[in-house]
T-cell receptor, first 112, second 114 residues
């Protein structure tokens, strides 16, 4: 089942602008992760935020987590053409198998 | 460093034919292993996961099966493919831990059923 719901489904912005993607989920989580997928390729892990964390940064990426609203956002600052990809949130409910439930993704296009 | 290999990259198979997709991980021991399927423009659906040799858990009823004959080898199989088995199949691994670990993905196999 798909737990994460990303919003928007598609986003097109100009190079240099900031891109914000949102993710909502339904059940309690151990952590939430964001992944990137270039067309026709595998997913690449971007950032993991634990349920007791509210904000995390990695380079031009900023992730927030609001467990009371069961939502997360991914902000990419100063976007580049190379950021064009699909972005997925995934939730880990805990347990030894570390299973992830993925959202449907946001297709981000950066126009030069 | 750890690497994951998945092959073949693309595969075209007739309906009713068998399937075997292979995934191997290098540079780590006793990884958790996962098989996902991704429909076009959609998110990933977890098909199988394994926490050890011979230990396979199925997430959804389907025409596929998985096996883990060696510690770092994960195989996805079918005896008779259906049209609905078409899709992009991804293998992933993670470090087994009670903590917080990301998953690391292969480059996938695009399977087309004719």
């Amino acid at each position: 089942s798909q737990q994460g719901e990303e919003d928007p489904q598609a986003l097109s912005i100009q190079e240099g602008e900031n891109a914000t993607m949102n993710c909502s989920y339904k059940t309690s989580i151990n952590n939430l992760q964001w992944y990137r997928q270039n067309s026709g390729r595998g997913l690449v892990h971007l950032i993991l935020i634990r349920s007791n964390e509210r904000e995390k940064h990695s380079g031009r990426l900023r992730v927030t987590l609001d467990t009371s609203k069961k939502s997360s956002s991914l902000l990419i600052t100063a976007s580049r053409a190379a950021d064009t990809a699909s972005y997925f949130c995934a939730t880990d409910a805990g347990g030894g198998a570390q299973k992830l439930v993925f959202g449907q993704g946001t297709r981000l296009t950066i126009n030069p | 460093s750890q690497t994951i290999h998945q092959w073949p990259a693309t595969l075209v198979q007739p309906v009713g034919s068998p399937l075997s997709l292979e995934c191997t991980v290098e540079g780590t021991s006793n990884p958790n292993l996962y098989w996902y399927r991704q429909a076009a423009g959609r998110g990933l659906q977890l098909l199988f996961y394994s926490v050890g040799i011979g230990q396979i858990s199925s997430e959804v009823p389907q025409n596929l099966s998985a096996s883990r004959p060696q510690d770092r080898q994960f195989i996805l199989s079918s005896k008779k493919l259906l049209l609905s088995d078409s899709g992009f199949y991804l293998c992933a691994w993670s470090i087994p831990s009670a903590g917080h670990q990301p998953q690391h993905f292969g480059d996938g196999t695009r399977l087309s059923i004719l």
